[in-house]
């Protein structure tokens, strides 16, 4: 049988029918491709990173108080410190941190026979791994929980105007735990104790003057009756309360606990400033339950020392 004849023109025309459908498929599918390729570059370019917090490091936190304002918030009774003691007491105790350049903090303690003081001194610097998100955006975030838990009460950042209290401000904790007071106005401290002997034929200290610095004020015994504290008083100047004169914002806790284990009242300060967030607390325990600490003094030293620390990382 002979063989069919080879005609290399059939070949060409089914060689460039291949070749045709293969450019179609190809084209077909190239819009799309190039249209996620530009969608991805376009996301990309459109959302540059958050701009990066001030801080990138921390200082050291025992080392950046002054002692002077350390002195004056660990005041004595009279009684010299050798100079291993006043290192002890001045020198303060660094908390033990995992990373110093994201969280330090120091400890500083005062043992006199009025009672004993704590300082305490915890500095935080936030990052954000978020690119959309800034490292301040973030510390911001961060402040605005700790304030919230706080309760402070608004109605006029640093104002001794009226402010709504919080729902918390008055109550009894669980038996052992004593009553909480979440205001401080001490009208002892402000002079209003004398205006309020007047009206209800009660001594107060006020009336009697302002108490020694190391020394709490003298009143009516809180352990039975804690409204006797002047302290509930949220329109007072020394009430929880909103700083605006403080780094990029600031709030002030007071609170007067009345407890089995003792008697003692806490300041605390929190302010942020760009990407660091600062928490001071300060306490005083009183060894007799007759004798209220002094709030205005206690909260005069810790914004002392919170105005102290804001200028010196602003340096």
Not at 68 to 77: A, E, S
Not at 178 to 191: C, F, H, I, L, R
Request: charge should be negative; hydrophobic fraction near 30%.
């Amino acid at each position: 049988m002979p063989r069919k004849p080879f005609v290399p023109g059939a070949a060409v025309v089914v060689a460039a029918a291949l070749a045709a459908g293969l450019t179609g498929c190809t084209g077909s599918s190239s819009p799309d491709s190039d249209a996620a390729d530009a969608k991805s570059g376009g996301a990309a370019t459109s959302s540059p990173a958050a701009e990066p917090g001030r801080y990138q490091t921390l200082p050291e936190a025992c080392g950046l108080p002054s002692r002077g304002v350390i002195h004056r918030m660990l005041p004595g009774d009279g009684q010299a410190l050798s100079d291993t003691e006043a290192q002890k007491v001045y020198g303060g105790q660094a908390d033990i941190t995992y990373d110093t350049d994201r969280r330090v903090g120091c400890r500083w303690t005062r043992e006199t026979t009025a009672g004993t003081r704590h300082l305490g001194l915890d500095i935080q610097r936030v990052v954000s791994y978020d690119s959309a998100v800034s490292d301040d955006d973030k510390a911001q975030a961060i402040y605005d929980k700790k304030e919230l838990a706080a309760q402070i009460p608004s109605g006029g950042a640093g104002s001794p105007s009226p402010a709504a209290p919080s729902p918390s401000a008055s109550k009894s904790k669980e038996k052992g735990e004593g009553v909480v007071t979440n205001d401080a106005t001490d009208k002892s401290a402000t002079g209003q104790g004398a205006a309020d002997k007047g009206a209800t034929g009660k001594s107060s200290a006020g009336a009697k003057g302002k108490a020694p610095s190391g020394s709490p004020s003298q009143t009516s015994d809180p352990s039975t009756d804690p409204s006797t504290d002047p302290s509930t008083d949220p329109s007072g100047s020394t009430a929880p309360r909103v700083l605006d004169d403080l780094g990029d914002a600031a709030f002030l806790n007071d609170k007067l606990v009345t407890a089995d284990s003792g008697l003692h009242r806490d300041v605390t300060v929190v302010f942020r400033t760009s990407n660091v967030i600062v928490k001071i607390t300060y306490d005083q325990w009183s060894t007799d339950k007759t004798m209220l600490p002094d709030s205005q003094e206690l909260q005069d030293k810790a914004r002392s020392l919170a105005t102290e620390l804001s200028d010196s990382l602003s340096e």
